[in-house]
Nanobody, 120 residues
C-alpha cells in the first residue's frame, strides 16, 4: 500500500506563493502518476494538476500559468508551486498517487489533505 504525507499548506495573502509537498512511502513497485486535487467548502473535489512518471503534466485551466507541478521520481515526491494565489484558490488540497502494487495491480491513494487559505 501507498501512504502519502503532505506538507506546506497555510495562510497567505492574495498574490503570494506557497509550495506544497507530498511524499509517498510504503510497499509498491512503482508510482505512475502523482497529482493534486482540491476541495473548497460546498464544492466537489477537483483536479488541480497531475504529472506522470515520464513528466507529462496536466493542469486545470484556472491554475495554468500560476501553478507548477513537479515530481522527484527518486524520492517519490510531488511538489506544487503555487504563485499569484487568488482567494478562489482557498481549499483543502489533497495529494493523489496511482501506483503499481506489489502484486501488479493498480492502486490509488490519497493524502489526508492540507489547508490552503488565501486572504484578500
Amino acid at each position: 500500500q501507498v501512504q502519502l504525507a503532505e506538507s506546506g499548506g497555510g495562510l497567505v495573502q492574495a498574490g503570494g506563493s506557497l509550495r506544497l509537498s507530498c511524499g509517498a512511502s510504503g510497499s509498491f513497485r512503482r508510482i505512475n502518476v502523482m497529482g493534486w486535487y482540491r476541495q473548497a467548502p460546498g464544492k466537489q473535489r477537483e483536479l488541480v494538476a497531475t504529472s506522470t512518471r515520464g513528466g507529462t503534466t496536466t493542469y486545470t485551466d484556472s491554475v495554468k500559468g500560476r501553478f507548477t507541478i513537479g515530481v522527484d521520481g527518486a524520492k517519490n515526491t510531488v511538489y506544487l508551486q503555487m504563485n499569484s494565489l487568488k482567494t478562489e484558490d482557498t481549499a483543502v488540497y489533497y495529494c493523489n498517487a496511482e501506483a503499481t502494487s506489489i502484486d501488479y495491480t493498480r492502486e490509488e491513494s490519497w493524502g489526508q489533505g492540507t489547508q490552503v487559505t488565501v486572504s484578500s
